[in-house]
Structures are given as structure tokens and as C-alpha cells.
């Protein structure tokens, strides 16, 4: 047991090291298609929103749209009932690549879990959220300390 966590960090390198490999045939990052596939989810979220969605810091997230939208797919537009925030959107060029970066998820996930079968997965799916969910609890603990 004393390992479980050094495997989880491990196979979490190793997924983002493969992914970023794949990304980037497409001239993309693994952080810009998170930012994109949360906007094809939820358009014109606030910058502020999607800095905490994507788990960056608010200036990290500043440049990373920065870059997004010199490649002509974001764009950003003020929020009509406040002036001070900005509101993201994708724009008709990130359609197409959205679904290239779709259609290389599920083909990542199939090699991800390739002789891994549907039950085993289930189970893993449960530990790793027992264990999240653990942590959660142990974090607001110790901030209400």
C-alpha cells in the first residue's frame, strides 16, 4: 500500500507525457486542449472560471489564451453586465480542431485501457475517487483548523 501513491503519480507522468506526445502532432499542447474542450463544453466562461476549471493560476491561463487567441481560436469579449471581466469564446477555426483533439482522446483512451477490462476499470474508477474524495475531507480538516 505504501507504494499506491508513487504508482498513481507514475501512471499520471506517464498519461501526460503520451498525451503530449499525441497533442502535439496536431500542434497542440495537453493545457490548450483542456482550455478548448472546456469551452466546447461551456462556451464564454469568465477567464477567471476557466483559470480555476483548467486548475492554473489566473496569469498562467492570461497567457495561455494569449496563444489561443494569436491562433485565431479564442477570442476574448468583454462581459456585457460588467466591463472588468472577460468572457472567453471559441471562434469557427477551434471547431475543427476540437474534433481532431476529440477523435485523438478516444483513440488515447482505447490504448490507454487496451486488456483492461470493463470491471477492472469500474474498480479502479471507485478507488481513485474513494481516494480523492479522502483527500477532500482531510483538506477542509485541516483548513478549518
Same mark, same amino acid.
Given at each position: 500500500?505504501?507504494?499506491?501513491? /508513487?504508482?498513481?503519480?507514475?501512471?499520471?507522468?506517464?498519461?501526460?507525457?503520451?498525451?503530449?506526445?499525441?497533442?502535439?502532432?496536431?500542434?497542440?499542447?495537453?493545457?490548450?486542449?483542456?482550455?478548448?474542450?472546456?469551452?466546447?463544453?461551456?462556451?464564454?466562461?469568465?477567464?477567471?472560471?476557466?483559470?480555476?476549471?483548467?486548475?492554473?493560476?489566473? /496569469?498562467?491561463?492570461?497567457?495561455?489564451?494569449?496563444?489561443?487567441?494569436?491562433?485565431?481560436?479564442?477570442?476574448?469579449?468583454?462581459?456585457?453586465?460588467?466591463?472588468?471581466?472577460?468572457?472567453?469564446?471559441?471562434?469557427?477555426?477551434?471547431?475543427?480542431?476540437?474534433?481532431?483533439?476529440?477523435?485523438?482522446?478516444?483513440?488515447?483512451?482505447?490504448?490507454?485501457?487496451?486488456?483492461?477490462?470493463?470491471?477492472?476499470?469500474?474498480?479502479?474508477?471507485?478507488?481513485?475517487?474513494?481516494?480523492?474524495?479522502?483527500?477532500?475531507?482531510?483538506?477542509?480538516?485541516?483548513?478549518?483548523?
Amino acid at each position: 500500500m505504501e507504494r499506491f501513491a /508513487i504508482e498513481v503519480v507514475e501512471t499520471a507522468h506517464a498519461i501526460r507525457r503520451d498525451f503530449d506526445r499525441r497533442a502535439a502532432v496536431l500542434g497542440s499542447t495537453r493545457a490548450q486542449w483542456r482550455v478548448l474542450a472546456k469551452l466546447g463544453r461551456r462556451d464564454g466562461q469568465k477567464q477567471i472560471e476557466l483559470a480555476e476549471a483548467v486548475d492554473v493560476e489566473p /496569469i498562467t491561463l492570461s497567457r495561455m489564451v494569449d496563444r489561443l487567441q494569436e491562433a485565431g481560436y479564442v477570442e476574448r469579449r468583454q462581459d456585457e453586465a460588467d466591463r472588468r471581466v472577460w468572457r472567453i469564446h471559441l471562434t469557427d477555426k477551434a471547431r475543427p480542431i476540437l474534433e481532431e483533439l476529440g477523435a485523438l482522446s478516444d483513440i488515447f483512451h482505447a490504448d490507454m485501457l487496451a486488456g483492461v477490462s470493463p470491471e477492472d476499470h469500474a474498480v479502479a474508477s471507485r478507488v481513485l475517487a474513494r481516494v480523492r474524495d479522502n483527500l477532500n475531507s482531510v483538506q477542509t480538516k485541516v483548513s478549518v483548523s
